[in-house]
């Protein structure tokens, strides 16, 4: 069976885990384009090599992040989403329809 | 006699409940299955393998930022680590399932106010980033007894429960029979429980397969009585 190491939970089957995808950065929600936004939610770089990726341990709904090999398909490492994202991060999009 | 449809707080599964014979007491104003047959006969099994239903009893959970805080500040103690569950001076139990979540389970007797207290004091205002979590609706609570029980998860979940690997009071969050579920380690006097609790909406299966699971073990319903005897022993 093949296993993966939660942050929270320690090492559960593979089959308590789901991918969420690449980790990479948002575009800015009050200027970006609707190009980079299509990029952002839709397409994914493929490398071969190590990538950070969005993890979640079902179970708990614990996000987190692994480092993966896809060529090997090796985890390398796993760690809280707090290790990289220290601060809040709000959303003042502009008010498009307001009253 | 209690019958659990005259209670507005009553197991999720007690038609099937009575179905297996159970005869239902009223228990902190809610209608709990204390026994199946002999409450002799029961106990001893129960020491064995067995399945209780704890759904009627009082538990109350809390979310955010701020929840083990909060806790804290309302007087539980511990909740120093993940996963982990500290008893209470009132012999209520407290888990720290995440550094963002904490679960209080009632005692077996059902006479301690805290979670009654806890859902109180807390308000939207009163708590900032703090958030209740109503697990008396939202999930089960099973008890899995007796000596054999490790040996019955070994066969419906990933997780290492043997007495030796799976201390007094640890968590294991994770997926029995291919549902999420809350495993907690908690002995009765000398018999070896777990507390099971997952989603309300699959008490019905998961109560099933855990019965169908035991079954090669000798494993059957049992009352409250049973296991508040146990934990005298």
Known sequence: ?????????????????????????????????????ADYVFMENNKAGVVREWWC????SFWFIAERDTVTDEVLRTYPAGDVFT????????????? | MVRPVEYARRSFLHRR??????????????????????VDGETVGAAQLALADLSPLPRIGFKGKNAINWLISQGIRGLQADNAVDLQYDGVRAARLAPTEGLVLCDL?????TCARLADAWSLESAPLCFLVPR????????????????????????????????????????????????????????LAYDVLGDSASADYMWRCLLDAMAEFGGKPAGLSALRRLAAE
């Open chain 2, 109 to 113: 007797e059902a006479k301690s106010g």
């Open chain 2, 136 to 191: 008396a609706d939202s999930h089960y609570w099973f008890a899995v007894t007796g000596a054999r029980a490790a040996e019955m998860f070994a066969k419906i979940c990933g997780v290492d429960l043997r007495p030796d690997r799976f201390a007094e009071g640890a968590i294991a969050q994770t997926s029995v029979a291919r549902n999420n579920a809350i495993i907690i380690r908690r002995d009765l006097g000398r018999t």
């Open chain 1, 57 to 60: 341990h079902t179970p708990t």
């Open chain 1, 1 to 37: 069976m093949k296993t993966m190491t939660c942050p929270l939970n320690g090492v559960r089957n593979i089959s308590e885990f789901v991918c969420g995808g690449e980790v990479r950065a948002m575009p800015d929600p009050a200027s970006g384009t609707d190009a980079e936004w």
């Open chain 1, 87 to 99: 601060a809040r991060r709000d959303f003042d999009a502009p008010n498009e329809g307001g009253a």
């Open chain 2, 17 to 38: 409940l009575a179905e297996h014979g159970a005869v239902f007491a009223e228990i902190a104003g809610a209608a709990v299955a204390d026994h199946y047959g002999g």
